[in-house]
């Protein structure tokens, strides 16, 4: 009967060992839910700022666009210098594709040229 009461007691204690550790995985699962929940809250406001900004600054372009549109229009000192041919160093800038960042600007320098990184020493 000691055997039997003693073989009872230790299953009652791992099982309620595993319900502890049960319990504190619910526990950090919540958390990381409710971690995740307010990540999830800040990115759409985040989001939605974003939104609001490239809304203003499309906003802001068209109106420049129309504005330049129609001072080419009614303007006939500016109509003549927007049909003017750009010059040739101008011209040719249209020629290389846009940059898209600090490398890609550098790399279409002239090695003699090239700017240092910032922080980098100069060369004389």
Request: glycine content about 4%.
């Amino acid at each position: 009967m000691g055997l039997v009461i003693y073989v009872q007691c230790n299953d009652l204690k791992a099982a309620k060992e595993r319900a502890a550790r049960a319990e504190q995985a619910t526990r950090d699962r919540d958390d990381t839910l409710k971690t995740l929940m307010e990540a999830a809250t800040r990115n759409k406001k985040a989001a939605a700022k974003l939104q609001a900004a490239r809304d203003n600054i499309a906003a802001t372009l068209t109106e420049r666009e129309n504005l330049i549109e129609s001072l080419q229009h009614d303007d006939p000192t500016i109509r003549t210098w927007a049909d003017t041919a750009l010059p040739d160093a101008v011209a040719r800038l249209w020629e290389h594709p846009a940059v898209t960042g600090a490398d890609d600007y550098r790399q279409r320098l002239p090695s003699a040229h090239a700017l240092q990184p910032a922080g980098g020493s100069a060369q004389n």
